[in-house]
């Protein structure tokens, strides 16, 4: 008996201590992949984060990089959001963390952190995630990995990692749990609720306690995507109404990953005539660090004030600097022999040679409503890569039955954007926003994230400060109005005094530099000095450098200064010595039987006149020829599809004389 119970005894001693072993390996492992302090990052802060590797496939060695963020208070009872970007292709940490809703944002040099004010985990716990492999630091040992992405591994690698990860971190096991993203996303989103919801009937627990979903300016159906591109850079008055034609007629049913040529053809014309602003935000100034000419429309379009005065087109190009240093892959626990020989934003690899994408997931968004979820689409309306047209053509074909009308939503007094709720979903567009919103609106952002996760409604004018009619209440406004007027022109205006005093300095030319990367980043180094100036970074070490550059270079800038005047004398002139432009000098342009298709083309009953249909009998030899796609010559631009954020656009890469800077419309 004695034997018995000392043998007893022995079993439960070893069980206790294997059980105790597994519980200091997994929180061994959760305080490895702690983050103590990252590079550039001269501030502290009150909240904890991680960020490591999770394998989730052992037999072919695949492992997604995540990088986790505690609440910035009472974090234990905070929900867990999971931010995803798109592509397919790109980072939700170059792009969700550094340059949307995460806590740390990159400066201008690539190397310097400051703190976002308005990041999202001082709402939930975030968790940011790339996948599928080949995404930022996430990595398979089996190389043709890269090469066999699609939806289907993606949703279903997803969901592994989630189920490990909430082992490594069993305080969050039955949590509040939703799913947050934009663009490509609008397809892993969907995909990947289904998967949890699915596994949870499966297995019959609930681990993994997903509440909803939030989806903003998302791909949901290529057909509907398509046509709400169009009809938004038509109506914007981006392409002419023979592209419109074209467009419609050669892409209106093409799947968004597998593009035709005959649709490309059109889509190198649609970019041609678009011309070089940011489709991901038609209202702003585009990165254009490669581009003299542009630089200077930035400077001009930053001095017109319709970019708040902490937007910065380039955030991408800062955090391709950051994530390739050494130093802070390092510090997020990516070993060297795992680290990508080129760290990038978004994978050419991975889009390239995407598999499987279904043309629509509103089937998905049927079966999620009908389970339950909590579902919101929100839109920012300057979005020209998934539009908010296209938007509202999906919603609008699920067929979801209205419970409020449609109407602007608040914040601040001001109006936010606009909002419906159906039967199953909400509605919200976020005005003046690109395709990145919590990017362009970050405010406007985070009071929508608010909204959803709570579960109320946002601001409306039955709700919000402007419902009150008392003439109190309306003074209020009006006072704040002026304030916000008042503050605004103070901005501005100290914009353009910094803009012409420093201008006067550092007023070198092209030709002054051997190179031009060289110029370029001359002309980088200038405007970074410029924002810090207006923003009050630095200010007493940037002075010191304009004066020691003053007193070195003082002979140059004198003779860069007549050399100026000189050039915009004989610019007027050549503006005075320019004849009027008559009808006849663009008649080549316009066929005549082109232009009585027009006139006398029948449409609906109060629509305005339609575009011309392509070969609708004329337009002229030169109109036939720019815009048939059955001519090879005219359509050899193979522009460079770079998806940003999930990107649905393509580029074309052009230079541009910089005498163009001195046109007479510029002056």
Known sequence: MAKTRWFCFAIALLVIARFCNCE???LSQKEQDRVSRLPGQDFDVDFAHYSGFVTTNEKLGRALFYWFFEAAEDSASKPLVLWLNGGPGCSSVGFGEAEEIGPFHIKSDGKTLYLNQYSWNQVANILFLDAPVGVGYSYSNTSSDLLTNGDQRTAKDSLQFLLKWVELYPEFKGREFYIVGESYAGHYIPQLSQAIVEHNQASGENTINLMGYMVGNGLMDDYHDSLGLYQYIWTLGFISDQTYSLLKLK?????????????????????????EIDQYSVFTPTCVANASQAKMLLKKRAVGGRVSEQYDPCTMKHSKVYFNLPEVQEALHVPPGLAPSKWDVCSDVVSENWKDSPSSVLNIYHELIAAGLRIWVFSGDADAVVPVTSTRYSIDALKLHPVSPYGPWYIDGQVGGWTQEYDGLNFVTVRGAGHEVPLHRPKEALALFQAFISGTSLPTPENSIRSDKSELVGEEIETAAIMVMVSNSSHHNKEINVRRRISAIYNKREEDFSALKDYNDYLEEVECMIFDLVDGINVGAIEDKIKRYSQENAEQIMVNRARKAEDLTAALAACKAQPPQTDTDTSSNHGTTAATAYIQAPR????????VPIGGGGGGADHQRYYSVEDEAMLRIKAERAPRAGGFSLEISKKRAFEEAFSCIWV
């Not at 892409?251 to 011309?275: N, Q, R, W, Y």
């Not at 609906?604 to 339609?610: E, I, K, L, R």
């Open 251 to 275: 892409c209106g049913l093409e799947p968004f990953v597998h593009t035709s040529e005959v649709c490309l053809k059109a889509l190198d014309i649609m970019d041609m005539e678009i011309g």
């Open 24 to 26: 200091e390996a997994v």
């Open 604 to 611: 609906p009953t109060g629509m305005g006149p339609q575009p």
